[in-house]
């Protein structure tokens, strides 16, 4: 079966960097597109950002553009944020989750890891 | 960006109870919207996907309609492992959005 799992999360300080993980497993990694998605402590879902299933289309949130960056590596069936420039507003618990499409997105999100937490704070 | 108001926000309930919950979007989705549950401390699982879809193993009692701007999630008779965090999500474009969440408490 689908399995997601995150890693990587921690404390770190405003203005640092931390690198989130995901590894998947159960199913052709290559031929799916990946998500991440955070929520905040109490507070709702917030979609992240989209990578391809070849790593060659990407989306962020208005609110992380420019300073996360999604990628991939079909390789080693790992999905990875580089979060970069952190805020407190980026304090969440973060998800990866598969796209259901096969080699396109449905921009839905199927199975879900069980999260990492972040937590910037000096 | 488009904006997804769930209502309500807080739902009090019993078990075998049929309740509805409502997500209005901010411009027509045609039928790009899904459904998620969410109890707390977990991950969140798909229950309907282009509105009102069943994603398989969920239970028959859930059901999702609407196009447009106006879709419903129905809990047909709420069972106790119904009590949950639900919320409605936007596909029709970038960025994904979802709606703030309607906690169905029990009563």
């Known amino acids: 079966q689908v399995q997601l799992v995150e890693s990587g999360g921690g404390v770190v300080q405003p203005g640092r960097s931390l690198r989130l993980s995901c590894a998947a497993s159960?199913?052709?990694?290559?031929?799916?597109?990946m998500h991440w998605v955070r929520q905040a402590p109490g507070k709702g879902l917030e979609w992240v950002a989209i990578?391809?299933?070849?790593?060659?289309?990407?989306y962020y949130a208005d609110s992380v553009k420019g300073r996360f960056t999604i990628s991939r590596d079909n390789s080693k069936n790992t999905l990875s944020l580089q979060m970069n420039s952190l805020r407190a507003e980026d304090t969440a618990v973060y998800y990866c989750?598969?796209?259901?499409?096969?080699?396109?997105?449905?921009?839905?999100?199927?199975?879900w890891g069980q999260g990492t937490l972040v937590t910037v704070s000096s | 960006d488009i904006q997804m108001t769930q209502s309500p926000s807080t739902l009090s309930a019993s078990v075998g109870d049929r309740v509805t919950i409502t997500c209005r979007a901010s411009?027509?989705?045609?039928?790009?919207l899904a459904w998620y549950q969410q109890k707390a401390g977990k991950a969140p699982k798909l229950l309907i996907y282009?509105?009102?879809s069943l994603e398989s193993g969920v239970p028959s009692r859930f059901s999702g309609s609407g196009s447009g701007t106006e879709f419903t999630l129905t809990i047909s008779s709420l069972q106790p492992d119904d009590f949950a965090t639900y919320y409605c999500?936007?596909?029709?474009?970038?960025?994904?959005?979802f709606g703030q969440g309607t906690k169905l408490e029990i009563k």
């Open positions: 999500q936007q596909y029709e474009s970038y960025p994904l959005t």
């Open positions: 989750a598969k796209d259901p499409g096969f080699q396109r997105s449905y921009n839905w999100f199927g199975p």
């Open positions: 990578i391809s299933h070849d790593g060659g289309n990407k």
């Open positions: 159960g199913f052709t990694f290559s031929n799916y597109d």
């Open positions: 411009q027509s989705l045609s039928n790009w």
């Open positions: 282009k509105a009102s």
